[in-house]
């Protein structure tokens, strides 16, 4: 079936550090692929997503693109602020078993001043 | 849009208590999601729903657990008897019929079973 594998937190980082939070999936179609991001006390939102092949989803500074040949969809964002610390969820979505999305685990981001 | 609308946001219940979550979807949204969400077992997707229909309910954890739509603008999660190995905060979220939309969440519940 479907799945989605993030890389394990939480990260630390400091302030302007680059980010990079890995996610590879396994699908039988051709999903949309997104990230979500959820901040303390809230429910899931999007960051960003890309619906094919080489897109590139962009959004408050991440970029993920989706790379067919290595089934990954990894978040980027060159620098961080403490202000982005929060759990970043990846996910797809696919029309098998009826438009439901599957999330990864999630990664806790601690960004330090 | 208001968005997804949760209530309560809080709920603290004795255990052996019948509890009710409640959901009101994006208006033109068809699929509707409950999930949970705990420190140790992360997100976990109990139920789904599309155009009012269970479609797949293999994420409830047991018998005590239950969930209903009973029509395009309401949905409820029921647990009877609540444990307090139920206690975690519980999601809905919606969504369009189209694999390219995004979910959108509500601020969740969390509840406490003591």
């Known amino acids: 079936g479907n799945s989605v594998t993030q890389m394990e937190g939480p990260v630390t980082l400091s302030e302007e550090a680059f980010l990079t939070i890995n996610c590879t999936y396994t699908?039988?179609?051709?999903?949309?692929l997104f990230w979500y991001v959820q901040y303390p006390g809230e429910g899931l939102q999007l960051l960003l997503k890309?619906?094919?092949?080489?897109d590139k989803g962009s959004n408050k500074g991440f970029e993920a693109t989706y790379r067919k040949e290595t089934t990954s969809f990894h978040l980027e964002k060159g620098s961080v602020q403490v202000s982005d610390s929060a759990v970043y969820f990846c996910a797809l979505s696919d029309n098998t078993g009826g438009f439901k999305t599957i999330f990864g685990a999630g990664t806790r981001l601690f960004v330090k001043a | 849009d208001a968005g997804v609308i949760q209530s309560p946001r809080h709920e603290v219940t004795e255990m052996g208590q019948e509890v009710t979550l409640r959901c009101k979807p994006i208006?033109?949204?068809?699929?509707l999601f409950w999930y949970r969400q705990t420190m140790m077992r992360g997100l976990e997707l109990l139920i789904y729903?599309?155009?009012?229909?269970?479609?797949?309910d293999s994420g409830m954890p047991e018998d005590r657990f239950s969930a209903k739509m009973p029509n395009a603008s309401f949905s409820t999660l029921k647990i009877q008897p609540s444990e307090p190995r139920d206690s975690a905060v519980y999601f809905c979220?919606?969504?369009?019929?189209?694999?390219?939309?995004?979910?959108?969440f509500g601020q969740g519940t969390r509840l406490t079973v003591v």
């Open positions: 890309a619906t094919k092949a080489d």
């Open positions: 208006s033109g949204h068809n699929s």
């Open positions: 979220a919606t969504t369009r019929d189209s694999v390219n939309t995004e979910a959108f």
């Open positions: 699908a039988t179609g051709y999903p949309s």
């Open positions: 729903f599309n155009n009012n229909v269970p479609i797949d």
